[in-house]
């Protein structure tokens, strides 16, 4: 509790010296600054709420004699005012200072100050007496009036802005990149207001011609932040403009997720498989640069856990929800395959898109060789500067879980010789380091329980029911009456 108290006042006297130079927020320099801040000011006025609120308003000023200077500051920027929840938290942290029973003169002043000020933060939106008068004698209520006018306002701006998209490189009816630029900053305290979407939507979606990015960094984190915590739904042509236009935007919706993630006691593939899809991420990745940070940020992952059950488990769960978002978006891919996957054969990526059940019982033996053909070939090219090595081939298989649990399948019902091809893919999915003799030794070893049907498969192949992973990393896989789990461990 000392130590918050401690915290608060350093973190006071920080936000007094930035106010003190913010101001009214009337140049460019402290306009982006104030932007910058938004979040973490607003984070301070909550705490600030929280410790005044326990005191009275002699106790109050004991302890920040400076506080009606650091309240009203926030309240004349209009910047602070229109973001978020800041304004009411303000009029929190006012009515903290309030005597319902005023003592002295000094009391009485104080109250009469704190009146104004909260009259000033009510008003600060409000037009002149002559406007409202106009408005009224139209029989429009004000409430109502500057609805109207803020949603007008943000329209006649989107639409300005998705012509300035068209006309391209008619310079004379384009957007200046001054104004494109003022126009996100003036954004960033408003992002969170329904009437805004479609500016901020027409935003991201407007690509200059710059060589630059020309949108505030700031609009994008703040649009970012507010599309992870739910705050704005935005369509996903937007989102996917977000993503590629401001990468640190991408890598923290990854890092979003991983948290999430982590964060959960338990994580059944059902579960994970929710946090996938509303991440929104499968569905962007349909665009193949997103697509690629996406697969680098899970191999670095798999890399950091030395190989975690609970990773592969998502990569397989998030490739699912992309292959099934990719179908979605439209039956002829719209980018090559090779855009996805640059050091994979495009047969081989082919194969490995198809869904496992949509292949007929029939040709599952002839799919699985040509699927072990392929890797082979890829993961053992000794070809100089060659990309496509034993480890690019694994991570690529391991994305599509679906094939190695038919390959299981397919050795444990095995009556005759197991196939050298399917012995080949067992071993390389479960030890891509070893080498050829090695996996040789390992192929041998897998024989001799396939023989005997030691193993069989636990319910159904494409279930995710089943299977559980816990946070240290151990696979939880249910058992069947008198059955092992699908998958052997070989060692």
């Known amino acids: 509790m000392a130590q918050d108290s401690v915290d608060l006042s350093c973190d006071y006297q920080f936000w007094m010296q930035k106010l003190s130079v913010w101001g009214q927020a009337s140049t460019l320099e402290t306009q982006q600054d104030t932007c910058l801040h938004l979040a973490q000011f607003q984070e301070f006025l909550r705490k600030m709420y929280e410790a005044l609120k326990e005191m ?78 106009f408005t009224q004698g139209l029989g429009y209520a004000p409430v109502d009036y500057y609805h109207g006018l803020l949603k007008n306002m943000v329209l006649s701006l989107a639409s300005e802005l998705r012509e300035n998209h068209l006309n391209g490189f008619n310079t004379q009816r384009r957007m200046t990149p001054e104004r494109l630029a003022s126009l996100s900053r003036v954004c960033v305290p408003l992002i969170t207001l329904p009437d805004v979407d479609p500016l901020v939507e027409a935003l991201l979606v407007c690509h200059g011609h710059e060589p630059q990015e020309i949108l505030q960094p700031e609009f994008f984190e703040a649009v970012n932040e507010a599309i992870l915590l739910k705050k704005i739904s935005l369509p996903m042509s937007a989102v996917v403009c977000l993503w ?3 990468l640190p935007s991408l890598e923290k919706a990854m890092l979003h997720l991983f948290e999430k993630l982590i964060s959960s006691e338990r994580n059944c593939l059902r579960r994970i498989e929710c946090f996938i899809k509303d991440s929104s991420l499968p569905q962007a990745a349909c665009h193949p640069a997103i697509f690629r940070v996406v697969d680098e940020m899970f191999r670095c992952a798999l890399l950091e856990t030395d190989g975690a059950p609970e990773i592969i488990a998502t990569i397989q769960v998030f490739t699912q929800c992309f292959v099934e978002a990719l179908g979605k978006e439209n039956k002829q891919l719209r980018f090559a395959l090779k855009t ?61 879980g679906g094939w190695a ?61 089943p299977t559980e992973v816990a946070r240290d990393g151990t696979p939880h896989v249910a058992h069947c009456p008198a059955k092992r789990p699908f998958f052997p461990r070989v060692v």
């Not at 009556?415 to 003799?437: M, V």
């Not at 192929?443 to 159904?460: E, F, I, N, S, Y």
């Open 340 to 400: 996805y996957f640059p050091y994979t054969s495009p047969s081989l990526a082919m194969v490995l898109l198809q869904d496992p059940q949509d292949v007929p019982r029939e040709h599952w033996l002839q799919t699985l060789k040509l699927i072990s053909e392929l890797l082979r070939e890829a993961a053992e090219d000794q070809t100089h500067g060659s990309r496509r090595g034993p480890l690019e081939s694994w991570f690529l298989f391991i994305h599509f």
């Open 56 to 133: 009275d308003s002699n106790t109050v000023f004991e302890r920040f004699p400076t506080i009606d200077q650091l309240l009203a500051k926030a309240c004349w920027n209009p910047f602070i005012l229109a973001y978020d929840e800041s304004q009411k938290i303000l009029i929190w942290c006012l009515c903290c200072l309030i005597n319902k029973e005023p003592q002295n003169s000094r009391q009485s002043k104080l109250n009469s100050w704190i009146q104004g000020v909260l009259s000033h933060i009510l008003s600060a939106l409000r037009f002149d007496k002559e406007v409202a008068l």
């Open 244 to 246: 590629l236009r401001h």
């Open 405 to 465: 649990e038919m390959v299981a399948e397919q050795l444990l019902r095995s009556a005759a010789e197991p196939p050298a091809a399917l012995l080949w893919l067992l071993a390389f999915y479960y030890s891509p380091h070893d080498g050829r003799q090695q996996r040789a030794q390992t192929m041998m070893a897998v024989v001799a329980p396939c023989r005997r049907g030691d193993l069989q498969p636990c319910g159904q192949r494409h279930s995710p029911a």
